[in-house]
């Protein structure tokens, strides 16, 4: 079985970051596993600025931002295409095109990132229609197929995240109906409302919950509750934004891993991740447990 000092689960940018680190700081057998076809993580499919300040002090894209972390990569081991399955003691079960095979590490860094609440967890009524997704899968079809998948959506949620919708919806020239929070404010730090109401041109309805999705075969309409009173408003897709869970399935077997970036603790941003693969790959080549 093939063995490397560390493997680093996820070819995000705190797994190329960290990768990058280890080997500016002489740490040799790195191997950085990526299930993808092409490292980058999520900033792959951001296609809206907002990337790249804080580790190369420019304002990128997500795809530009990716594209500069497979350069900054190039000459290290990043295997893409390759999916863990699961983890048991210090061996990793993971898949690719040729099948299934194992390699052994010394130290496992789990860098799967984060993702957003799909439908199904919100417990929300009513049909299955097409034209539902997250922003995540929003920005599949828009950035990398180039597919409009609806025209008048609405967004629900009001994390920074739903602003990442509206600006993806954009690209297209889709026109959100309006931006739905059950919280009494937006959760967006700053003046959330102001930006998404005067310079996007998106209502956003507070105190307001989605109740049911209507619709044959793509959605027609979705019901929502505001001031105890319920109503129907006519749509033709419905944006799941945030509520981040941690990609953390590998975890089952409670195996002997360093957690690195948007897996664990608080959302962070792309540059905080960056950072993050940084400092911990300090960590590791000072022997740090
Ligand atoms: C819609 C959206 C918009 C955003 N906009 C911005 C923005 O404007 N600016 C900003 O700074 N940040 C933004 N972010 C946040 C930013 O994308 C994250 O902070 C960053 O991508 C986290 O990096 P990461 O490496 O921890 O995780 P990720 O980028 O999620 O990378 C994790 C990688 O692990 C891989 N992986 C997962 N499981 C496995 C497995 N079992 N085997 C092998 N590989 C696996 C995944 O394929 C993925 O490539 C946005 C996020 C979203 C969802």
């Known amino acids: 079985m093939e063995r490397r000092d560390i493997v680093i689960i996820g070819g995000g940018p705190t797994g190329l970051s960290m990768a990058r680190r280890l080997n500016q700081l002489g740490v ?3 191997t950085v596993l990526e299930r993808e076809s092409l490292a980058g993580g999520i900033p792959r499919h951001c ?12 304002v990128w894209t997500g795809p530009r ?9 190039a000459s290290l081991d ?3 295409g390759h999916t863990v399955l699961g983890i048991e003691g210090d061996v990793l079960h993971v898949q690719n095109a040729d099948g299934l095979f194992d390699i052994a590490a010394s130290r496992i860094v789990l860098a799967t990132g984060t993702r957003e609440t799909p439908r199904a967890p919100r417990f929300v009524g009513g049909a299955r229609p097409k034209g539902v997704m997250t922003t995540g899968a929003l920005q ?21 995240v739903s602003f990442s919708a509206i600006l993806t919806c954009r690209h297209l020239g889709i026109r959100p109906v309006a931006m739905l929070e059950a919280g009494v404010t937006v959760k967006a730090p700053g003046p ?22 209507d619709g044959l075969s793509q959605v ?3 019901e929502i509750e505001w001031a105890g009173k319920r109503e129907h408003v006519s749509c033709d897709g419905v944006i799941f934004t945030g509520e981040f869970v941690p990609e953390a399935a590998l975890l089952a077997n409670k195996p002997a891993v360093t957690l690195a970036g948007n897996v664990h603790g608080e959302l962070k941003t792309s540059g905080q991740c960056w950072q993050e693969g940084r400092e911990i790959a300090g960590m590791i080549a000072k022997g740090t447990p």
């Open 78 to 80: 990043v295997r893409t």
């Open 140 to 160: 599949g079809h828009v950035y990398l197929e180039h597919w409009k998948p609806f025209s008048r959506p609405l967004i629900i949620g009001s994390e920074w």
């Open 47 to 58: 296609g809206h600025l907002g990337f790249g300040w804080q580790s190369h002090r420019r």
């Open 192 to 213: 959330g409302a102001l930006i998404a109401q005067r310079l996007f041109g998106v209502p956003v309805w507070t105190e307001t919950k989605l109740i049911a999705i």
């Open 65 to 73: 931002f990716a594209a500069r972390l497979r350069k900054d990569t």
């Open 220 to 222: 027609e309409s979705v």
């Open 28 to 30: 040799a057998s790195v």
